[in-house]
């Protein structure tokens, strides 16, 4: 585990990191340590059982349609991709739950149509809630590491190496604190995007 990283310029160190994700932990809400993903594999499963069809399938459909979305817009557009075959996303995101759904419905077919750091997390932290080797960083995650308003711009480029240091970031602090890391990036997650205005400059 890299105790230090450069990110945009920026020299971080793990532990100051930590002190971000700590920070924004603590000032998050009951409501918002709720099992978020335990509760998406639960919409997963519910779609799969809806449309007769795989968990995997499902899972991968929402995944392959939650870039530039919110929560309840990624599941109206699953839904809707999967009832009708057309969820009026962009149409790169379409082709990708097109095929998934065209797929055999394995991890490894649907991880190779998604492709992507965060979108892979995303797909295993719903369809495997209990396990904590993959942590979804995205903007929201990004910002909580850094303790401050980010852009698409600050997003994009992040190379493996660094989506892999703010991994080990949340899972250095889930440990010191012994909750589950895909609890505290949930968590967390929810904390600032209540309060994100708040960092808009």
């Known amino acids: 585990m890299n105790k230090k990283q450069i990110y945009k310029g920026e020299i971080l160190t793990r532990t100051k990191v930590k002190n971000n994700i700590l920070g924004f932990y603590l000032n998050s809400s009951k409501e918002d340590r709720r099992d978020w993903y335990g509760d998406a594999n639960s919409f997963a499963k519910s779609l799969a059982d809806r449309y007769n069809i795989s968990v995997n399938k499902s899972t991968g459909v929402i995944a392959a349609l939650s ?38 419905g394995s991890d490894e077919s649907i991880l190779a149509i998604l492709r992507g750091s965060k979108i892979s997390s995303f797909y295993l932290n719903i369809m495997y809630p209990n396990n904590p080797k993959n942590i979804t960083i995205d903007r929201h995650a990004l910002s909580v590491s850094l303790d401050k308003w980010t852009t698409d711009a600050d997003y994009q480029g992040m190379t493996k190496t660094q989506y892999q240091f703010f991994v080990d970031c949340f899972k250095y602090t889930a440990k010191q604190i012994e909750i589950s890391p895909l609890l505290l990036q949930s968590s967390t997650w929810e904390a600032f995007r209540k309060i994100k205005s708040n960092y808009k400059q």
């Not at 969820?87 to 082709?95: A, L």
Request: charge should be positive; proline fraction near 3%.
């Open 67 to 104: 870039p530039v979305k919110t929560w309840s817009q990624n599941m109206i557009c699953a839904e809707k991709m999967i009832a009708v075959g057309k969820s009026y996303h962009m149409r790169q995101f379409e082709d990708k739950a097109r095929r998934i759904l065209s797929s055999s």
